[in-house]
């Protein structure tokens, strides 16, 4: 059974940065696609970004640019480096692990809060 840890939330003024991280344990790590997903107040769960492979990379629109998904593949932890950050990026981020055979995102963290406030 796939398990994940986020840490690093918190909160932060406009403009500032915020790195991310996620354990992963339980499998393999590089049979999994890892992404970061993100939940705002009020609304729903939304996709943020994506790594395959550890070289193919994903992001929604709005943070392209600003964030940045990497992987380390030895140590098995997946980081959202998120730069230039907006009151708009506030929400609870969720890391989130799928096989690399399936679509859907099967294994999913606890949750960090990250707050962007001046």
């Known amino acids: 059974q796939v398990q994940l840890v986020e840490s690093g939330g918190g909160l932060v003024q406009p403009g500032a940065s915020l790195r991310l991280s996620c354990a992963f344990s339980g499998r393999t790590f590089s049979g999994y696609d890892m992404g970061w997903f993100r939940q705002p107040p009020g609304k729903e769960r939304e996709f943020v970004a994506t790594i395959r492979g550890g070289t193919t990379t994903g992001y929604t629109d709005s943070v392209k640019g600003r964030f940045t998904i990497s992987r380390d593949n030895a140590k098995k932890t997946v980081d959202l480096q998120m730069n230039s950050l907006k009151p708009e990026d506030t929400a609870v981020y969720y890391c989130?692990?799928?096989?690399?055979?399936?679509?859907?995102?099967?294994?999913w963290g606890q949750g960090t809060q990250v707050t962007v406030s001046s």
């Open positions: 989130a692990a799928k096989s690399i055979w399936t679509a859907r995102y099967d294994y």
